[in-house]
């Protein structure tokens, strides 16, 4: 339901909304944001689900968050005349990354919104592999220092058990001397 009319103006066309962004030479395209041209002349921009309606295409896209439970799957941005298709996928589908995070899709086919969220993604990967280093570091340190303790016990032990065997043979040795 794109508006109508925008402050009394009739709406006379109406088209998806160019991205600027190409996917292997296909312009792609916004369904869910509509490029309204108006009868005076005027280009603005709307939401496909409601009325909403703005001069700059950059505000109609946050506002589809409140459309977020009603728009279909088929209605996210892809090229301009191409087949809506599910994409195949080397990782398993149980798999939290996706195939394109695997094989390196290319930034410039990213919205803002995932590009944030990479950005996040990639933060919170760093945090993790610096809380790993760290803590395979502390696991180093405590193996050395088990090793250490490790050696000296095992000369303590040695000392002990030399001083045991001379014990015993001095104590056999007077056994011999004691009997008839």
């Not at 996040?120 to 050395?144: F, K």
Request: aromatic share 2%; net charge positive; glycine share 6%.
């Amino acid at each position: 339901m794109t508006a109508t009319h925008v402050n009394g103006i009739a709406v006379v066309e109406d088209q998806p909304t160019k991205s600027g962004i190409s996917r292997d030479g296909v312009q792609v395209t916004f369904t869910q944001t509509r490029h309204l041209l108006l009868a005076d002349g005027t280009e603005i921009y709307g939401c496909q689900s409601c009325d909403y309606t703005s001069p700059n295409s950059l505000s109609i896209r946050p506002h589809l968050k409140v459309h977020k439970d009603r728009a279909p799957k088929s209605e996210k941005a892809r090229p301009t005349g191409a087949p809506v298709s599910q994409p195949t996928s080397a990782v398993p589908s149980g798999s939290t990354r996706a195939a394109s995070t695997l094989t390196g899709t290319d930034l410039a086919s990213l919205n803002l919104g995932q590009l944030v969220e990479r950005a996040h993604l990639t933060e919170q990967m760093r945090a993790q592999r610096d809380t790993a280093r760290a803590e395979t570091a502390a696991v180093r340190r405590e193996l050395v220092d088990q090793k250490d303790r490790t050696a000296t016990e095992r000369s303590r032990r040695e000392g002990w058990q030399n001083r045991a065997e001379k014990a015993e043979k001095k104590l056999l040795g007077m056994r011999a001397l004691l009997q008839p």
